[in-house]
């Protein structure tokens, strides 16, 4: 028996742009297992990054149904689902967004920070997290002072911070030379081998390759799965 962390039941989503209507996703069926490594593909503007915020819970659908952990998100009020969010859903961007302002470790606690964790375990817990990402000895420099690659751990790290039963990434590497791409898809590896469910987004075959299944997409279409 698998634990269904994430389902899309026939979901649309029609964007309104003046006159036209954009049909960005058209029927989409997908659930994301427990412990799954996923990768998305497709061409540009064939909707990843609308399915990816759909399983994020960052929009609702035009149609179809969003069910996290089995209940349907449209239950829940705004302010409960921008919490679940928060605090269930990790979110990687491919510009990585941290604080400019802020230490690598400072980052880090921001979630738990907002999320109102006790005092006493953000210290710990964002040390912990910054040794999982291969940075120990970076906590006090700021973003500016690491490499793309370094700054997308420090991003990897903070999307955990909450403890996510998700993590969900958009052209992770997409920023990234060859060599800091392969090192973030070895993050991903090790923290999916330890159980933590992955939905990624790429248009690089080779990156591709390093989930347990992939979902291609064409024109707002599921068209393929392997
Ligand atoms: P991908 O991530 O695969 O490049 P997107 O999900 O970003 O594709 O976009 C899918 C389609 O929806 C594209 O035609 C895009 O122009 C359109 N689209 C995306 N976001 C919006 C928006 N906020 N308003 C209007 N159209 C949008
Ligand atoms: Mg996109």
Redesign the pocket.
Known sequence: MMDTVMELQDVWKI?R?GEFD?P?LQGIDLAIEASEFVAIT?P???????MLNMIGCMDVPTRGKVLLEDRNISEFSGNELARIRGKKIGFVFQTFNLYPTLTTIANIQLPMRIHEFPESDIEEASKKLLAIVGLTERGSHFPSQLSGGQQQRIAIARALATGPSILLADEPTGNLDTKAGSEIMDVFKRLNSEGLTIVMITHDMKIAEYAGRVVKMLDGRIVGKT
Do not use: R
Not at 44 to 50: E, M, N, R
């Open positions: 964007y742009m954009v960005a497709g540009s503007g064939c909707g990843k990054s609308t």
